[in-house]
């Protein structure tokens, strides 16, 4: 079954060479999407409208079991380790033609997107989804072509989203029955034993992070990214817990997007045609955006449901903490038009610090802002992931390594020149805790760090003076409007100055220590923006 004016099931054959004895549904909108998928008890309506699901076994990505294949375009660009985990690419053939026999009498939902907003450099990709939820999903997170570009789109990327197809490790050449492995030869990703939709999303993600910086120049980037009245752009990077989502949610500037960007020569624009945000505790007070743009379209994934009352709790965490909803950009009010941006002029890179050392907010170097680029540093705290009771440090380069093929230093190198041709500023802005570490300081105020963000991208913070923390090198300003200046250095908020320097330096010799993995890659003057002080 397909729509009129959409492609027939030889269309699907040319792509991937799938054929199947099932109906094939060709991008249908959300209502038919949410109709078939209550149709098939797999998805009900909440008192909001939107669709709740259950994702099954897995709730969340599986790092270990996400991989790249490894053959003549990827065996000498690929940072291969933890992360990218090789593949033999015989053995992604054989699983490919696995899962096509095995979908060859299914039914299946087909949807045609553009990943990537700026025109010069979106990438057209076919995702073949075994749920209609799933292809919902997809049509939320993905760019939707209008009705008259849906006839001219040719779709470069296949995406094979199939959750009941599990592996045979011993067959399969994968660690176990569930998969995501992407080949940039074949241009395919192949998702199977998974239901857990952010798969997908990643998987592109991670395509887009290979091609745009080897193919065109363009710098990728985990992060969030507005826009204020005067146009000017302003970046947001930070793992989960940092604040990003937050923060680049402000009543004074368009949202650009909430997660994935790339930076050209002249323009940061979305990767995304929707937002998947956390839902876990979630309140109107806390995100009135999020909160508001759960309605009838959203997809909400694995919440707590009152079934006398349809409502969700979003306090309810017996399935995951990573309890999810996705919903289309024009779901929240303020958005910028066409999802693009000048260069940026401030870039925030967000951290928790659980430890109470650095500083509320603190300019960097283009040097520093490479080595804390590579660096990616934040502290997991009780509440952010299950089984977590003690602050535990956390680092990701580029703020985002599960989804970096390339050596993180390639990256950082391609940041640097940006910001040095640019002009942008670049802010650490702790969000954690001041006076102590975790369960003896406070959490910074989020009104304090909002303010730190404003006046700097007022220009307010331009001409006041600024010190040096004596062992992270950090420009720290003494006054900022809004802000109590006593917390401005964070040893003065420390009881004894003593413990604040030995926390310091232990902070600073995990840095060095995570940093001896990228010091062979990394130039000399990255190396030297990092802590002064080592710890023997």
């Known amino acids: 079954m397909k729509n009129l004016g959409n492609p027939s099931s030889s269309d699907l054959e040319e792509l991937n060479g799938l054929t199947t004895t099932g109906k094939v549904f060709w991008n249908l909108c959300p209502s038919e999407l949410i109709e078939h998928t209550i149709l098939a008890g797999q998805g009900k309506l909440i008192d909001n409208g939107a669709l709740a699901v259950e994702t099954g076994e897995f709730t969340g990505r599986s ?35 696995r899962m096509l026999d095995y979908c060859s009498a299914a039914d299946l939902y087909v949807r045609d997107a553009w990943v990537g907003s700026d025109e010069r450099y979106r990438v057209a990709v076919r995702v073949v989804n075994e749920t209609a939820w799933s292809n919902l999903f997809v049509y939320n997170m993905f760019i939707r072509p209008s009705s008259g570009e849906m006839n001219s789109i040719k779709p470069e990327w296949l995406v094979l989203n199939v959750p009941s197809f599990k592996a045979v490790p011993e067959r399969d050449k994968t660690r176990q029955h569930n998969f995501a492995i992407v080949s940039f030869s074949q241009k395919t990703i192949l998702i199977g034993g998974t239901g857990y939709t952010g798969e997908i999303k990643k998987g592109m993600f991670s395509a887009l992070n290979f091609i745009l910086p080897t193919q065109h120049g363009v710098l990728p980037m985990h992060c969030s990214a507005n826009v204020g009245e005067a146009g000017d752009t302003a970046l947001f990077f930070g793992l989960s817990g940092t604040g990003k989502t937050t923060l680049s949610a402000d009543p004074e500037r368009l949202l650009i997007g909430d997660d994935e960007h790339g930076w050209a020569d002249s323009s940061v624009f979305n990767f995304e045609g929707g937002c998947y945000a956390k839902t876990i505790d979630l309140t109107e007070e806390k995100e009135p955006d999020i909160f508001r743009a759960i309605r009838y379209g959203a997809l909400l994934e694995n919440i707590g449901i009152d079934l006398a009352t349809r409502r969700p709790d979003y306090s309810d965490s017996k399935l995951t903490e990573n309890t999810r909803v996705s919903y289309p950009l024009p779901f929240i009010d303020r958005i910028q038009e066409g999802s693009i941006g000048a260069e940026p002029k401030h870039i925030f890179y967000l951290t928790c610090d659980a430890y109470g050392i650095l500083p509320p907010i603190s300019k960097l170097t283009a040097e520093q802002a490479m080595y804390h680029f590579i660096s990616g540093y934040t502290a997991k705290v009780a509440g952010t992931e299950a089984g977590i009771t003690e602050p535990q440090t956390t680092f990701s380069a580029c703020f985002g390594a599960p989804f970096m093929p390339l050596h993180p230093a390639r990256y950082a190198e391609m940041l640097g020149q940006r910001i040095k041709k640019s002009g942008a500023h670049v802010w650490l802005i702790n969000t954690g805790w001041s006076g102590g570490p975790y369960g003896v300081g406070k959490r910074m105020k989020l009104s304090y760090t909002r303010a730190m963000i404003r006046a700097a991208m007022n220009g307010e913070l331009d001409a006041v003076s600024f010190e040096e923390h004596p062992i992270f090198g950090l420009a720290m300003p003494k006054t900022c409007p809004g802000v109590p200046s006593e917390l401005l250095n964070p040893e003065s908020t420390w009881e004894r100055s003593e413990d604040y320097q030995n926390a310091a330096m232990a902070l600073a010799q995990k840095f060095h220590t995570n940093f001896e993995k990228f010091s062979s890659a990394a130039a000399e003057a990255i190396l030297n923006a990092g802590p002064k002080i080592l710890v023997k």
């Open 63 to 97: 790092p270990k079991d996400r991989f790249i294949v490894k053959d003549v375009l990827t065996q000498d660009e690929v940072w291969w380790g933890n992360h990218n985990i090789a593949f033999d690419e015989s053995a992604f053939l054989e699983l490919k033609q």
